[in-house]
């Protein structure tokens, strides 16, 4: 573990569940207004990028500033240096793997979300730096949540996986089998640096956002389950943290 890793985790305080009807209501609220927010900007895919076949969803994620349209091309450079239009840039955009099915006949079983961001874990900049605040306990205490939509459907991301993966790993997979499936979400928990009370299944549609880190040989990865936009009692329960995660 790297001193500035472990220096955050030394430094989080562990909070109190959320409990009963008056947490259950406030996360219920948060969810609505996220699900409300990426709704309307599926809209503002339609009128941005009316020509623009690439343009597949949307991604939210309360607290930072990643709030922005995602694409996707026939393979994973493309928008590696391009912005949402095409034109060069070093920070990219987000974009889902190639293999990913954003369609009305999807999601996939696990849909990659790539993105920069700035190296050495640092919490404040552009595209995915953020998700690093999520190496904060607090924060991650407060954020079991993020938002996607497609421009078919909606959904309310939970979290259940914060932590760093070797480069080129299993989660990159859009379709794994059922057995390879088992192993990545057991994978998952292992890497995690939280035990977050969540535990998804073979049933379940996942989506897994991936970012760089100062380490060229490792990826920051988070992964969350796919709950459709009318599920409720999402979010809750103690999050504690793991001691010994694996790759950090």
Known sequence: MTTHKKFLLCSFVVALALAGCGAQEETYTENKKGLEAVSEAVDTIQADFPDNADAKGWLLFPGTEIDNVVMQAADNSYYLRRDEKGAYSIWGCYFADYEADLTASGPSRNTVIYGHSSLDDETEGKKFTELKKLNLFDFADEHRCFYFSTRDASYVAEIFSVGY??????????????????????????????????????????ITLSTCTGNDEERFVVMAVLHPENSSDIGAGELTVNETPKGA
């Open 165 to 206: 993966w070797p480069d080129s790993a299993q989660y990159l997979y859009a379709d794994p089998t059922d057995a390879a499936f088992e192993d990545l979400l057991e994978e998952a928990k292992a890497h995690s640096i939280y035990n977050y009370p969540v535990d998804p299944g073979l049933d379940d549609h996942i």
